[in-house]
C-alpha cells in the first residue's frame, strides 16, 4: 500500500518541468522560424567553437545522422560551416558565421525571458539552492549511470 501525499512526487515534477520547459523552448523557436534543436546547437557552437559533428551528437543525446542533417539546415542558412580539422581529415570541425549573430541575439533573449517567467515568487536564497541541487543530482544520475555502464562492461 502506498501512502498518497499532498505534495508532488518530486522525480515527476522534475519531469513535468522539464517537459514544460521544451514545449516552450519549441514554441518560441519556431516563432523565429527554427527549432530547438537547431537553437541547442547555435548555443553549444557559440559556448564551444569547433566540435566536431560527433562530439554535438554526444552532448546533445543525439545521433551523430542528426546533427549532421540539422547542420546542412544550419549550413544552408548561412549560419554553421564546416571546416576541416587541421590534424584528422575525416573529421569536420563546426563554426558559427555572422547570420547566426542576430538568431542568438533572440536566443539569450527567450532564455532571459524563460528564466524570468520560471523564477516568478522564488527569491534569489531559494534560486541558487535550487540549482546547487539540481546540480548535485546531476552528478549524483552520471556517476550512478558511468557506476553501471562499468558494472556491465565488467561482468
Known amino acids: 500500500m502506498s501512502a498518497v501525499t ?13 517537459r514544460q520547459l521544451r514545449l516552450n523552448a519549441d514554441r518560441r523557436a519556431s516563432a523565429h522560424g527554427m527549432t530547438r534543436a537547431q537553437w541547442m546547437i547555435l548555443f ?3 559556448r564551444q567553437p569547433g566540435l566536431s ?5 554526444e552532448i546533445l543525446e543525439v545521433e551523430p ?3 549532421a542533417r540539422l547542420i546542412d539546415r544550419l549550413e544552408d542558412r548561412g549560419m554553421v560551416e564546416r571546416r576541416d580539422d587541421p590534424h584528422d581529415r575525416r573529421i569536420w570541425r563546426l ?3 555572422p547570420p547566426a549573430e542576430p538568431v542568438l541575439h533572440d536566443l539569450h533573449a527567450e532564455r532571459a525571458d524563460m528564466l524570468r517567467m520560471v523564477s516568478v515568487g522564488l527569491d534569489m536564497d531559494t534560486l541558487g539552492a535550487l540549482k546547487e541541487g539540481l ?4 552528478v549524483n544520475v552520471v556517476a550512478d549511470v558511468r557506476s553501471k555502464t562499468l558494472e ?4
Not at 546540480?135 to 546531476?138: D, H, L, N, P
Open 44 to 46: 553549444r557552437l557559440e
Open 95 to 97: 563554426h558559427l558565421c
Open 152 to 155: 556491465r562492461d565488467v561482468a
Open 53 to 57: 559533428q560527433k562530439e554535438l551528437a
Open 6 to 18: 499532498d505534495q508532488p512526487d518530486l522525480l515527476f515534477l522534475l519531469h513535468d518541468v522539464a
Open 65 to 67: 545522422i542528426t546533427v
Open 135 to 138: 546540480c548535485r543530482m546531476k
